[in-house]
Structures are given as C-alpha cells and as structure tokens.
C-alpha cells in the first residue's frame, strides 16, 4: 500500500532544503519558478531540475544557478504530463501504432500520469509456496 500525501505547501521549503543539500546556489527568481514547476508538474520532477540546472550553470562559468538554467533543463526533460502529451500527439509515428479508443486509454493507465507503470493486458502472476510455507508471487512463465 501506498500513502500518497500532498506536499504543495511545503514546496518552497522542500526545494530550498534540497538545493542546500546538493550545494547549489539558487537566485530567488529561480527558487520562485522551481516552486512553480513544483506545483504544475510534481514536486519529485522540480528537485530533480536542481541537479541539472546545477550542471548548466556550471557549463555557463557561474556559481548561481539562474532562470536560464532552470528554463534549459525543462526543455530537455520532460514531465509525466509533457510526456504523455508528446506521446498523444505523435503516436501515429510509432511502431504498433493502434489508433482505438482503448489504445489511447491504456497508454495513459500504463503511464498512469504521474503512477506507477500498469500494464493491464498481462496475466497475473499467480502465488506459489515455496519450501519454508511462504506464498511467493512470480510469473507463471518463469520456472
């Protein structure tokens, strides 16, 4: 089971508490738009920028990591939200391409916008026990 607990309040707090903890120097406008990354795309994917808008700034000769930086780095990485997006509109370029409702809805399921990847068309693994009296999940293909 997984507890999921909204943590939009507290962003500011989390993003400056992860940029202490990596080292990196923040301007504040870049502090306000990691915030704001924060609570349009998720939390985990704005501390992820840090590191790498780190990197950027670093490749521009500065210490501070800057707006520029930040804005870079969204362009190269995508959130669950873009990716699907970008997914949905080019899916016609892609192998195995099946234009039904139930395509479309499955490739958000398995992406699961923002959860864990489903896929709901495989078989369950079925429980087994092993020796010691435990029930063991494993695929039925695997031996």
């Known amino acids: 089971m997984t507890l999921s607990l909204p943590t939009l309040p507290c962003a500011c707090v989390c ?4 940029a202490e903890e990596e080292d990196v120097e923040l301007a504040a406008n870049a502090m306000a738009l990691l915030v704001r990354i924060a609570k349009e ?5 704005a501390i992820q920028l840090i590191t ?5 700034a670093q490749r521009r000769g500065v210490e501070e990591v800057g707006v520029e930086d930040i804005k870079r780095v969204y362009s190269l990485f995508l959130d669950v939200r873009r990716s699907c997006d970008y997914l949905e509109q080019h899916e016609a370029e ?3 391409h099946d234009s039904t409702q139930a395509s479309k809805d499955s490739v958000a399921l398995q992406l699961g916008r923002g959860g864990m990847a489903v896929d709901v068309d495989a078989p369950a693994p079925e429980a087994e026990d092993d020796d010691d009296g435990d029930v063991a999940m494993s695929d039925s293909d695997e031996e």
């Open 15 to 18: 993003v400056c508490v992860r």
């Open 41 to 45: 795309a998720s939390l985990r994917y």
């Open 52 to 56: 790498t808008a780190s990197l950027a």
């Open 94 to 96: 892609y192998m195995f």
